[in-house]
């Protein structure tokens, strides 16, 4: 049983670049959330998609966008990239939209930006 | 804000003795999670408790849960080297839309051999 897998595991950028974060669901599941975490940090939420669609949308400006395609997967974009976008992107799946099923993070992304 | 808050910030303890951390969180609940990370890797779910349970086991973890005084602890006994990583506990935060998790800053635990 596969669990969530993220790609790539790093990542090095310079400022006012894009990046694009690719996310796998654990097997069964189809919501997909995202998470960036900041060193030392605390995980704090960005979005998340069930259904193709966002969801809910944390504290985050336009730049940070997503998709979630037919299979679950997702991606996360991240346009014109400033230096305190710089790390840890974390990907969760879980059952269902409701808060009450166990939510599963993947490796992370470790993105730097330059 | 952050939701969860986790206490101590820092705890460092020799092999074989217990561990405990504490949670406390503001709003009403359905269940509240804990997670472990080691050095910048990913999360690994520990275990979930719901409102209506007062404790649950796993193994080598306790985790209580008092919705009264809004706060949660997890022990962890007989503690190993290999448990020296980050300690989050995560509470969902609901709206109609969808449900979101919110983290505190954890708890850096250190297991000396």
């Known amino acids: 049983d596969a669990g969530v897998t993220q790609s790539p595991t790093h990542l090095i950028k310079t400022r006012g670049q894009q990046v694009t974060l690719r996310c796998s669901p654990k097997s069964g599941h189809d919501t997909v959330s995202w998470y960036q975490q900041a060193l030392g940090q605390g995980p704090q939420f960005i979005f998340q998609y069930y259904e193709e669609e966002e969801r809910q949308r944390g504290n985050f400006p336009d730049r940070f966008s ?33 808060g009450v099923n166990e939510q599963f993070f993947g490796p992370g992304t470790r993105l730097t930006v330059l | 804000s952050q939701q969860g808050e986790e206490d101590p910030q820092a705890l460092s303890i020799q092999e074989g003795e217990n561990a405990t951390m504490n949670c406390s969180y503001k709003t009403s609940i359905n269940n509240l999670q804990w997670y472990r990370q080691n050095s910048g890797r990913g999360l690994v779910h520990l275990i979930l408790i719901r409102s209506n ?19 949660s602890s997890l022990l962890i006994t007989a503690s190993r080297a290999a448990d020296t990583a980050s300690y989050f506990c995560a509470t969902p935060f609901e709206e109609t839309s969808g449900s979101r998790l919110t983290f505190g800053e954890g708890t850096q635990l250190t297991v000396n051999p």
């Open chain 2, 53 to 71: 349970e007062r404790e649950k086991h796993s193994g080598r973890l306790r985790v209580t849960l008092d919705t009264s005084k809004k706060s």
């Open chain 1, 66 to 98: 997503g998709h979630q395609f037919p299979n679950y997967s997702s991606e996360l974009n991240v346009n014109a990239l400033l230096l305190g976008d710089s790390a840890l992107y974390l990907c969760a799946s879980s059952l269902g939209l409701a």
